[in-house]
């Protein structure tokens, strides 16, 4: 079921790096060919790249989609050492528990504030608060890799 919710997340952040495709092409179509540019084009260009981040980042992580380097991979992968790929995973997990939290404080002190973007004022905090549940989503995505290292 996580694997699913994980995929489903990853695909709308795909969709949004469709329309943020369409947008720029948009934009430079207006911009070059009839000299009106669309001024809110940047802050939108901002606001979906968070989206596309932070909509795939559990989803990577899940996979193992992210960059590695495996220099110690094949001393490390023993049985008598694998606790140190959990303590590894479950510091992972610490850090980014911590992360979605303080994402989430900033969310919401961001919201009480009324912080928006400065032409189309959309405002901040949902993608704020996405941030922080990409984070915990994150951080849950960790330990699930912590405990099948530690069954292993």
Known sequence: ML????RALALGGGVVLLGLMGLIAFDVVMR???RLPFLGAYEMTEL????IVFLGLPYCAATGGHVAVDVLGPILDRP????IKVAV???GAALTAVMAWQAAVYAFTSRSRGEATNMLKIDLWPFELL????MALFCVVLLVQAWKALRQ
Do not use: V
Not at 3 to 6: F, I, N, P, V
Not at 131 to 134: G, I, L, R, V
């Open 32 to 34: 070059y060919l009839l």
């Open 89 to 91: 995973h479950l510091a």
């Open 48 to 51: 979906a790249m968070a989206l």
């Open 131 to 134: 941030t922080a549940a990409s």
């Open 3 to 6: 694997d699913r919710a994980l």
């Open 80 to 83: 008598r050492l694998r606790w």
